[in-house]
């Protein structure tokens, strides 16, 4: 066990349609990190949020977007999905803002149909 | 842009069979690469970090080591729960909190 929360497990949800991923840290960690994982593209970073600001982007549709509370736990939004979203999406946390070791998640897996 | 590339693909081995996984990486600065594995399912889980050409680290049949191209992961004795998907990633002077990802190498060791 990491210690990285993510809820649900499984999403299923149509196109078009709006859909909120949680996350909590490890106790102690600072920063939170968002990869999708698709059988085509491999782990692909998203974002990254340290202490409740946005400190990195990787390659994020508009369409999602993500945010850090003061209890430092995380939630991407994901809106107007299309099937193409359709993929697992991890949560990562480490103690810094750089990278220190990133803890993962078990994952969430979205399923849009 | 931070580039990684795993070889092979996939490796098929027979317990007790000890072999080698390859990462070569392009990267400005490297600050660290990272080895991760990954069960069918489940969220990649740490195994090292190396930080400077010339490092190696070991647990248990598992060690890493680093060079200014290449990293290699070696599997000595490996057993069928050694079985997984192996990520190697990297973190590069100008990615500030950014892992880029090889495609990782599926390992399946036959009893």
């Known amino acids: 066990d990491s210690g990285v929360t993510q809820t649900p497990k499984h999403l299923i949800t149509a196109t078009g349609q709006r859909v909120t991923l949680r996350c909590s840290p490890r106790s102690g960690d600072l920063s939170v990190y968002w990869y999708q994982q698709s059988l085509d593209q491999g782990l692909q970073f998203l974002i990254q949020y340290y202490n409740g600001e946005e400190r990195a982007k990787g390659n994020i549709l508009e369409r999602f977007s993500a945010q850090q509370f003061p209890d430092l736990h995380s939630e991407l939004n994901l809106s107007s999905l299309e099937l193409g979203d359709s993929a697992l999406y991890f949560c990562a946390s480490s103690a810094l803002g750089g990278v220190g070791i990133q803890y993962f998640g078990a994952g969430t897996r979205l399923s849009v149909l | 842009e931070d580039q990684v590339t795993q070889s092979p693909e996939a490796l098929r081995l027979q317990e007790g069979e000890s072999s080698s996984l390859n990462c070569s990486y392009t990267?400005?600065?490297?600050?660290?690469l990272f080895w991760y594995r990954q069960d069918p399912g489940k969220g990649p889980e740490f195994l090292f970090t190396l930080y400077s050409a010339g490092e190696e680290k070991e647990k248990e049949r598992l060690k890493a080591t680093l060079t200014k191209k290449e990293s290699f992961l070696h599997i000595t004795a490996p057993k069928p729960e050694d079985s997984a998907t192996y990520l190697c990633?990297?973190?590069?002077?100008?990615?500030?909190?950014?892992?880029?990802f090889g495609q990782g190498t599926i390992l399946t060791v036959h009893p």
């Open positions: 990633a990297v973190w590069g002077g100008t990615s500030y909190g950014k892992l880029t």
């Open positions: 990267v400005s600065g490297l600050r660290g």
